[in-house]
């Protein structure tokens, strides 16, 4: 730890309630040199706010990256996780976690704490209306005050309810609307959110602090279906030059030696460290026959474990894109190869 992070987690230890040090998730985890919040940098900030008696409420490790958050003394009287006691795990386990651990949270999308513009029943209808057009929004909460949610209003149940009286109220025009918890299972409310074109979101203070659209649901999967087909891709060529270059007793050898009890019967079964670990060896890469450098072919299939880790752990953060490119740049190469 540098000696300027290690003065500013002393200086937030310090800090009387009320006083405490608030900042977006992208500042804090930029101080360790992260852009987005990866496996192993997660695990390197938790362990160093650990030694300082830090938490951050809410937790930096969901939410959407520019949320603001406070960093706070730890409760005296927190338990202690396996990750505190100072577990050790290697990095083949890392990416299996990830894969078993993926979850998308409500609060990982950014409009689901972006706020609201919201009417109350004893508005008028123009405006309700106005304000739709104004922000481009199909539909709006009406809420009695900043918690209560009673409903919504949308250009189609004003128009639904115009079609049997001439003139109608924002109360006339509200239809029931579903709520959910920024910290919530996205996934769990994805068919809702289809069917009803929305959800309206709840804070950890129980103000209604955003909403989750179909239209959010797509620009999202959307980010995340190109790497994550990309990265699928560039295993399945890895997979075709593995098998067919290595015997099995060789693909067996790079095994990660904390899970030795695995069944190996071909490149299928290796982790994304193994596929690492079976080029590294300086004679089963000259027995490729391969004209490139083999330090600069290991760094791309590391950065490609990093992207892919960073995929199955299913975090919202924007994707860097020099990695991405990385990848891309790898698969041509592995393309070539299997010719």
Known sequence: MTSDLDGFLDDAATRAPGHEVTLTIRDLISRWGARRRGIWYVKEIQDDLDR????????????????????????????VTPREAGSVVSDDQVTRAAETGVALRVGGL???????????????????????????????????????LLGAISWESVAKTRMHRR?????????????????????????????????????????????????DLSTTFLSLAGPF???????????RIVDQAFKLEEIRA????????????????????????????????????????????????????????????????????EKLTAVRHLLKWLKLFAT
């Not at 969901?62 to 005296?76: A, H, M, S």
């Not at 609201?116 to 199909?138: F, I, P, T």
């Open 52 to 79: 300082h008696g830090l938490v951050t409420s809410p937790s930096f490790v969901t939410g959407w990256i520019d949320n603001e958050i406070r960093l706070i003394r730890k409760p005296t009287d927190a338990p």
């Open 110 to 148: 950014e409009s689901a704490s972006a706020g609201v513009v919201a009417v109350k029943r004893e508005d008028s209808l123009s405006r309700a209306q106005s304000l739709m057009l104004q922000w481009d929004y199909s539909q709006l909460p009406v809420l009695a005050g900043s918690r209560e």
């Open 167 to 215: 003139t109608a109220t924002v109360g006339d025009c509200t239809v029931a609307a579903d709520l959910v918890a920024l910290d919530d299972d996205l996934l769990t409310y994805i068919p809702r959110i289809i069917d009803n074109g929305y959800v309206f979101v709840r804070a950890i203070d129980k103000t209604i602090c955003g909403i989750v659209t179909s239209a």
């Open 229 to 239: 087909l990309l990265v699928g891709e560039v295993e399945r060529q890895l997979r």
């Open 254 to 321: 790079v095994r990660d030696p904390a899970d030795s009890s695995r069944e190996i019967t071909g490149a299928d079964d290796l982790t994304m460290g193994e596929y690492v670990r079976i080029f590294e060896s300086r004679e089963r890469w000259e027995a490729l026959g391969w004209e490139i450098d083999r330090q600069v072919f290991v760094e791309s299939l590391s950065t490609l474990r990093e992207l892919r880790n960073e995929i199955m752990h299913f975090s919202p953060d924007p994707l860097e894109e």
